[in-house]
């Protein structure tokens, strides 16, 4: 792209949010990964301002990226002139708020997964956004990882042919997130928090889901940290084209990580298979003449993604999205997932929660026309 004009990113929450301030203002690391073609990620995109209630989190981010301004006040963020993005990673039952009053300031918006968790936010987030005409990017950060990424390159470049089943994933034991984040318990679901996801995922490659069935279960951890919600789900999808695909998360487990990465996507296609891993960076398909094959991109892009440890934060991920939104906001090319993408993804990680909750399964049209898509 040609252009040499680039956005300033205000990032709201800074503890996930930090991660997107490194990715923007730091150099990367050697080795340099060949499809940046720049020391930055995101030349486009520049961090100019952070905000945090807590002082302790911006004494943090302070000291990866002491030249930017911060504040603990919101309004003062949106206030600023130099913010042109505003970039929330607040806990989940904050997003409607925190994206109606940057759209209301004017402010495009990157908004971290899941995009809201209740109908109401999703109904006056959607109103906000045709009022003020402003736009939206869901952070959806395994699209933007490298396996995944390749694993898109690959099915476009028509090499699995027609998908016609998928399988997808996202396994994470969170008795750490239990401790950091106590809010994780109380005012979010799993299907929000951790099937947003696979079910994105599902969603990116299937197109608008029709009906989804599921099943949810509490396990011992779960239990003893007095979550509100399931933290156990396997999903059965139907596409609006007849398409069918299953779903799983599991947030109490005990990790087999060599075996089973915490996010997969296999693609059954009509002329091949493909299978996109992360933590791990690898992409394995089958080539034409049946042989399987292996790419694993671990060690020459983790300095790229994981700002050079072996398995870390999102840099990679974070840095890609931005740089691909400041793109499209920069030129007018459509992108995705934007507003009524990320709503309706929102509608189907409803549908799950509500068809685990009475063992029914569960339509997508009438939550769509609830929020008013
Ligand atoms: N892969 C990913 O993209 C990814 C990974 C982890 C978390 N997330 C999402 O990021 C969000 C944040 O998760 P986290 O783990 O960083 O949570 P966290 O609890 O560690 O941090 C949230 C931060 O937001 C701040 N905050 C809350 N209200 C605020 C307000 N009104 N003004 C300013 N700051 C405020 C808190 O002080 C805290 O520092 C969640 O929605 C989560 O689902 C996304």
């Not at 699209?143 to 470049?157: D, T």
Request: with cysteine; aromatic share 10%; net charge negative.
């Amino acid at each position: 792209m040609s252009t040499e004009r680039t956005l300033g990113v205000g990032v709201l929450g800074l503890h996930e949010g930090r991660t997107l301030l490194v990715a923007l203002n730091h150099v990367i690391p050697p080795p340099v990964g060949p499809t940046t073609g720049s020391a930055t990620r995101a030349p486009h995109a520049r961090a100019v301002a952070g905000c945090d209630l807590s002082a302790d989190k911006i004494a943090g981010a302070r000291r990866d990226c002491p030249e930017l301004f911060y504040t603990q006040d919101y309004a003062e963020l949106l206030a600023r002139p130099d913010v042109e993005i505003v970039a929330i990673y607040t806990p989940d039952q904050f997003h409607g708020d925190h994206i109606v009053q940057a759209f209301e300031a004017g402010k495009d918006v990157i908004c971290t997964k899941p995009l809201v968790n209740s109908v109401a936010d999703a109904r006056r987030v959607l109103e906000a956004g045709r009022r003020s005409g402003r736009k939206l990017l869901v952070g959806q950060s395994t699209r933007f990882f490298e396996s995944f990424q390749r694993q898109r390159r690959a099915f476009e470049a028509d090499e699995v042919g027609a998908v016609e089943f998928l399988e997808a994933h996202y396994i994470h034991r969170m008795d750490w997130y239990y401790e950091k984040s106590a809010w994780v318990a109380e005012s979010t679901d799993w299907v929000y928090l951790g099937l947003s996801h696979p079910l994105d995922l599902a969603r990116w490659y299937l197109g608008r889901i029709d009906e989804v069935f599921a099943y949810g279960a509490q396990s011992a951890l779960a239990k003893e940290y007095g979550a509100r919600s399931f933290d156990i789900y396997t999903v059965s999808l139907k596409a609006a084209d007849g398409r069918i695909a299953r779903v799983l998360g599991h947030y109490g487990l005990h990790e087999l990580p060599s075996a089973r990465n915490c996010i997969e996507l296999v693609l059954y296609g009509s002329d091949g298979t493909s299978l996109a891993q992360y933590h791990d960076m690898r992409f394995s398909y089958t080539r034409p003449d049946g042989a399987e094959v292996a790419e694993d991109m671990l060690y020459s892009k983790r300095g790229y993604y994981f700002n050079n440890e072996v398995h870390g934060m999102h840099y990679g991920e974070f840095g890609n999205y931005a740089e691909y939104f400041a793109q499209a906001l920069l030129t007018g090319v459509e992108y995705s997932p934007g507003l009524e993408e990320g709503l309706e993804t929102f509608c189907l990680m409803e549908a799950v929660r509500r068809s685990a909750q009475t063992g029914q399964p569960v339509k997508a049209a009438p939550l769509l026309a609830e929020i008013g898509l």
